[in-house]
């Protein structure tokens, strides 16, 4: 059964610092591919960092320069390190995976808060 576990979700205020962990279980995490996406009510997801089984990552423009995409095969965890966090980008924040056969699969999600 494959499941992920994301954490790292709070309150913090603007400029601050959160690190969000997907744990993952079930599956090949090592030639899996991740994502961050956020979600706030009214609005689609949107797709926030992705890093390939290689490491290779993309970031949204709002997001470059505060957010680092990591991932850690030996612990099969990726994670989303945000620094000088915005009211804006408060939000609900999901971890995706992707298998090699292209296969998805969604956390459950953290709730992102940022006070101004």
């Known amino acids: 059964q494959v499941r992920l576990v994301e954490s790292g979700g709070g309150l913090v205020q603007s400029g601050g610092s959160l690190r969000l962990s997907c744990a993952t279980s079930?599956?090949?995490?090592?030639?899996?591919?991740m994502a961050w996406y956020r979600q706030v009510p009214g609005k689609e997801r949107e797709l926030v960092s992705s890093i390939s089984a290689s490491s290779s990552t993309n970031y949204a423009d709002s997001v470059k320069g505060r957010f680092t995409i990591s991932r850690d095969n030996a612990k099969k965890t990726v994670y989303l390190q945000m620094s000088s966090l915005k009211p804006e980008d408060t939000a609900v924040y999901y971890c995706?995976?992707?298998?090699?056969?292209?296969?998805?699969?969604w956390g459950q999600g953290t709730q992102v808060t940022v006070s101004s």
């Open positions: 995706k995976q992707t298998t090699s056969r292209g296969v998805t699969y």
């Open positions: 079930g599956i090949t995490f090592s030639v899996a591919s």
